[in-house]
């Protein structure tokens, strides 16, 4: 089985930076769309960011539009998320995740990493 291990999460002021991580063990992370939803308190799970296999397309909520960035490296079976300008309402769990093809929803899940930012 594929295993997605998180790291780069913390504690940040508003308009500051995070660089979060997500390491696949494994064959096989290069077939796999990547992406990241996170959780925050009263709110629902909501799409953040995705990241086509070859990394050559990327796609974003409308709320991270322009501060986040999510790239990936294949060759070191890594994706990552660069949150920058971060507001208070970014604070939540966030989760990356695989899915492979033919399937709606993600095939593999990180362990969640909090993120939370101060005002």
């Known amino acids: 089985q594929v295993q997605l291990v998180q790291s780069g ?4 002021q508003t308009g500051g930076s ?8 494994g064959r096989g992370f290069s077939n796999y769309s990547m992406g990241w939803l996170r959780k925050a ?8 960011a995705r990241i086509t296999r070859g990394g050559d397309s990327t796609y ?10 999510v790239s990936r490296d294949n060759a070191k079976n890594t994706v990552y998320l660069q949150m920058n300008s971060l507001k208070p309402e970014d604070t939540a769990v966030y989760y990356c995740y695989g899915k492979g093809p033919f399937t709606t929803n993600p095939t593999y899940w990180g362990q969640g990493t909090q993120v939370t930012v101060s005002s």
């Open 9 to 12: 999460g913390g504690l940040v």
């Open 18 to 25: 995070l660089r979060l991580s997500c390491a696949a063990s």
């Open 41 to 48: 308190p009263g709110k629902e799970r909501e799409f953040v």
């Open 60 to 69: 974003y909520s409308d709320s991270v539009k322009g501060r986040f960035t």
